[in-house]
Nanobody
Framework: QVQLVESGGGLVQTGGSLRLSCAAS????????MGWYRQAPGKERELVAD???????NYGDSVKDRFSITRDNAKNTVYLQMNSLKSEDTAVYYC???????????????WGQGTQVTVSS
């Protein structure tokens, strides 16, 4: 069993900052990509940012230069620092971790439960 526990969401004013965390625990053999997605009401889930085990990052166009993704491999944790928040950043944010639980398994996607981020003007 694998658990992903997210924290750090909440209500913030326009221009403010929040930091999300997602910690993976349980039967983990190895982790590949760690990332964050978000879904606003009536919209499809979209990539916010992700990071490979080698530290290569990828950001959605709307968050470049404002958000920063980091990871602590020793803690199986990924973070998302969100600065200069805008009302359009309001969404449920989900962490996504591609991992395998045993040596012979393929890498599968695991999702967090989601955390609400609301940016008020």
């Amino acid at each position: 069993q694998v658990q992903l526990v997210e924290s750090g969401g909440g209500l913030v004013q326009t221009g403010g900052s929040l930091r999300l965390s997602c910690a993976a625990s349980g039967s983990i053999f190895s982790i590949n990509i760690m990332g964050w997605y978000r879904q606003a009401p009536g919209k499809e889930r979209e990539l916010v940012a992700d990071m490979t085990g080698d530290g290569i990052t990828n950001y959605g166009d709307s968050v470049k230069d404002r958000f920063s993704i980091t990871r602590d491999n020793a803690k199986n944790t990924v973070y998302l620092q969100m600065n200069s928040l805008k009302s359009e950043d309001t969404a449920v944010y989900y962490c996504n971790i591609k991992m395998r639980t045993v040596l012979w398994a393929s890498f599968d996607n695991y999702w967090g439960q989601g955390t609400q981020v609301t940016v008020s003007s």
